[in-house]
């Protein structure tokens, strides 16, 4: 069993991630603030290149590759934003990359992935399906596999903690939409290390709540997958960020995805930034708990942006 | 009558800006290289804290005020983005800002003035008639008027040309909008400076033509404004930064109202990004003129992304 990552490792991620990218904006919004009655800042993950914060750590991964590994390719499965980072970090180290996603994907997301030169492959009905058919692929072929909480993705991921931190040093809570959990299990690592009094809690859809179950019962759980927001979309908990999970996080809420189309309709209007509904479940928490955040200085992770036109026209009408 | 502003101006500014705000992203599109035949790369201003470029002449306006002139406070008019500029920067600065805009404003733009603490009414039918009135209020008053092409708020925005050139010094071609011209005119200083060979174009609507009609004749011309692109509606053309376009600028193209929400769309489906009317422009003109941009290195300034919900509806409709 490897070691939990610490903030070390985020450290020496940081020089793989600013090769290729530049710090994200935190704003603050006053009239969320207003809506919220806290202080509200949102850390814009949906402005990175490949729309979400998932690139940061595919970065970091093909950075630490052997040539070997190179060689054989990268093999792996997305419902889009993590295929987008595996792709965008290949196309920068010239690694081949074979991504598998979902039957019935974003078809704007798989546009990105084979615009920025990874093969597509469709299988199954849901994430972990795909996921479990490639990482055979992947053996067959002799190439690697990429898994969604492969540590070197979390050390990546967690240099957006590292801004948060440099940015609004006094931060008091930081709200972090979940779906495998790197970027939430990044940034705790980071925010805990610096200022233990840091309150990190992550968010999920109800329609999809298996992290959160496994966590807050400490043991694996399955559970029905049947939320909107494909960020947010697991079925299957993961051992090592529910082992990051369990020692840093503070809590973990889940949310409608009613809840979630209303997050991104006050993110339209309030902010003009686009964004899926799994990024906005950070103010759809916030929301929700906003009796817990009085008056705090509190920093919402927008974590993707990539909504189709199609679901935008649904969730605005 | 002033000088013509330098490239050295233009570096004068920059600690100013980026005691504030930092580099905005220049990201390449896969998908609207495609739709172009050229190698499309967006300028990302909407990314900026108030969603529009404007927001780097503000501060460089602010910060080169005498006491004097802060204490008065800040006079200045606006359809809403230059307007939030001066708000920001203000604040920033601690100084009392008041902003005239036209009847029927853009709610959002409006509402996020106050929010940044600026004073706002409203004055006359439209962007030209709102400016003639808060001048005069402003003398009444002993504040500070602020045209929307003082020379500083060129010399600040054109630190956005600089960033274009820093990330992708072979650049061939950058299409900006044009409403009063501070945006196209820092740039194109910037860029024939570096690289006199770096085509410049301008894009206004062909239903708010007065810059253009006047950069083509060279004279100041007078014409309808009808545009629903709030940030190019401009009836009065101005003699400074006419004087600056008559020198530097290759060309200048007028792009129909219907284009320019065809370019919203393209911009939500290919890149996730929010984009107002006017900030769409530069790709409305690159796909107008393709013929000539073909292959080649192309920047699109995206200045702003401030669209209401309610024109995102009827875009997307």
Known sequence: MSTMPTIHDIYRARPNVYRHLRPTPLYQYSGLSDLVQAEIHLKHENHQPVGAFKVRGGLNLVANLNPDHKKGG???????NHGQSIAFAARAYNVKATIAVPVGANQGKVAAMQGLGAEVLFHGEDFDTARQWISEVAKEKGGTFVGPTDEPLIHGVG?????????????????????????????????KSINP??????????QAPTQQLSWQQGRAVESSMKTVAEGLATRIPFANTQAIMAKYLDDFVLVEDTALEEAVRLLLTHCHNLVEEAGAASLAAALQIKDQLRDKKVVLVISGGNLSTERLVEIIQ
């Open 74 to 80: 990268l093999f792996t499965a997305s419902t889009g």
């Open 159 to 191: 240099t957006y903690g590292l801004e948060i931190l440099e940015d609004l040093p006094d931060v008091e809570c930081i709200i972090v939409p979940v779906g495998a959990g790197s970027g939430v299990c990044g940034t705790a690592i980071v925010a």
């Open 197 to 206: 009094a840091i309150k990190i809690i992550g968010v999920q859809s109800t």
